[in-house]
């Protein structure tokens, strides 16, 4: 018996054999795609569009941080402002959050992920305890409402509950916001456990890995054993995100944070090393050989002063990326890609940098994250092909960024000077969550959200 379709004909669509015209997309009620035909005519009942894209992966995020947008700039009275005193805020702020407000937070930023074109999210979950370390009741509560958000939301979830053991490489112990991350490795394990079951529940797309924070955070001893319990599974890391981060790793281990990782654990096809903004040329070089996908978040490391991910460098050696909303602050996938391309500008004096194999610049950084985030994420999607996920984005072709523009100067035009605003619909694993550029459910969540962020704030 063969399954039940829905279509969706596009005027133009990028699919797997590059642009084409009268393009008919089939979907089956699994969510996956069952065929896929240009040149064609659109059955009466299909979903029409102008232009249908495959929907990039966000592959680095923590929700919870959406509520925080406005709340950390304003200058620190200790002086100099930097990465580590966002945290202490950051700490803070995590620290007066209960179960129904990470739940709320984190549908209404799924919502806007989908809106602004992600199709799936891997989430970096770290927070799992209550203020002060105490365990819920249900080790996978907080984990739980992750899950609960994303049914809501309709979003692809791939679930990274957080591995977090110690405050530094020195193994002090955990200390404020910090003790709602920490576990030892049994009782991750366990807490793993859980959080696997509440992802599954929520779609047949659904996908689960592990996430050790940082070296700072997991010891050696930790990271291996983590890596031998959780293997063929996404793993995800902190990595060379900050300075002192690799002055604390080098004093501990006498490497610097990436190369100490490449030496010791088997960094492979499986990995996402996330940030990797400090990185030596032979540390770039090495990791584009090893086939991990580096997660870049432009709009948060920009946010946090991060620094400058080595690009082209790292393109020109074949490397692997996707991009990630990671604070949520500002949740947009073209304005991901922008912001990467623009820092390279601003740092080599130069322009149109990562553009490779005569592609534009646009459908270079395109077609990279959307490989590389799919790939972090463990998803069978990133193209418009038969067998894969219906991950799908239109765009408005009257939004001013791409008006009059086809081929790759659509992508081009749409992340150098669009926005979300050009998004129209969106398609998670088959489901159409997104209608005329809002989420069928934003009213209901946005309210939900609304009396939840008032609560927080009034306890900030």
């Not at 793993?192 to 996430?211: C, L, M, N, V, W």
Request: proline content about 3%; some cysteine.
């Amino acid at each position: 018996m063969s399954e039940a379709k829905k279509s969706v004909f596009a005027s133009t669509a990028l699919t797997e054999k590059g642009w084409e015209r009268d393009v008919l997309v089939q979907i089956g009620a699994s969510g996956q795609i069952v065929s896929v035909d240009a040149n064609s005519t659109a059955p009466g009942d299909s979903h029409r569009t102008a232009v249908l894209l495959p929907a990039q992966a966000n592959l680095h995020s923590h929700t919870f941080q959406r509520a925080m947008a406005g709340l950390s700039e304003a200058r620190s009275p200790a002086g100099r402002d930097s990465f580590w005193t966002w945290r202490e805020i950051m700490y803070r702020f995590l620290d007066i959050l209960d179960p129904d407000d990470i739940e709320a937070i984190a549908a209404f930023a799924f919502v806007e992920m989908l809106e602004s074109g992600y199709s799936s999210v891997a989430e970096f979950h770290y927070v799992h305890h209550q203020p002060g370390g105490t365990p819920y009741s249900s080790l996978g509560e907080l984990s739980e409402r992750i899950a609960a958000a994303a049914s809501a939301s309709g979003i692809g979830l791939t679930l990274l509950p957080v591995a977090y053991a110690q405050g530094g490489v020195d193994g002090r112990a955990l200390a404020g916001g910090q003790l709602r991350f920490g576990n030892d490795v049994e009782r991750f394990s366990k807490l793993a456990q859980a959080a696997e079951k509440a992802a599954r529940q929520t779609g047949p797309d659904a996908g689960f890995g592990i996430a050790p924070h940082s070296i700072r955070a997991v010891s050696e001893r930790d990271l291996l054993e983590l890596e031998r319990r959780f293997a063929a599974m996404p793993f995800h890391i902190h990595i060379a995100e900050q300075l002192p981060e690799l002055e604390e790793v080098q004093a501990a281990y006498g490497q610097r944070s990436m190369s100490w990782l490449l030496d010791h654990l088997p960094v492979n096809e499986r990995w996402c090393l996330i940030h990797s903004t400090h990185m030596t040329p032979e540390e770039t070089l090495r990791v584009a050989a090893s086939g991990a996908v580096v997660g870049l978040c432009p709009l948060t490391e920009a946010s946090l002063g991060d620094g400058i991910f080595d690009g082209v460098r790292y393109l020109g050696a074949g490397g692997r990326f996707g991009t990630g909303s990671d604070s949520n602050i500002r949740i947009s996938p073209s304005e991901e890609l922008r912001q990467l391309e623009y820092s390279q500008r601003l740092r080599d004096v130069s322009r149109v940098t990562l553009s490779v194999d005569g592609k534009s610049n646009g459908r270079t950084l395109y077609d990279t994250a959307l490989a590389g985030g799919m790939q972090a994420l463990g998803r069978n999607g990133g193209s418009l092909a038969v067998g894969q996920w219906a991950d799908m984005v239109a765009l408005d072709t009257d939004n001013p960024a791409i008006l009059g523009l086809r081929g790759d100067r659509l992508l081009d035009g749409w992340i150098f000077a669009g926005d979300r605003h050009a998004v129209t619909d969106v398609w998670s694993a088959g489901r159409h969550v997104v209608h005329e550029g809002r989420h069928h459910a934003r009213e209901q969540i946005f309210a939900t959200y609304k009396t939840r962020l008032a609560s927080v704030l009034e306890r900030v």
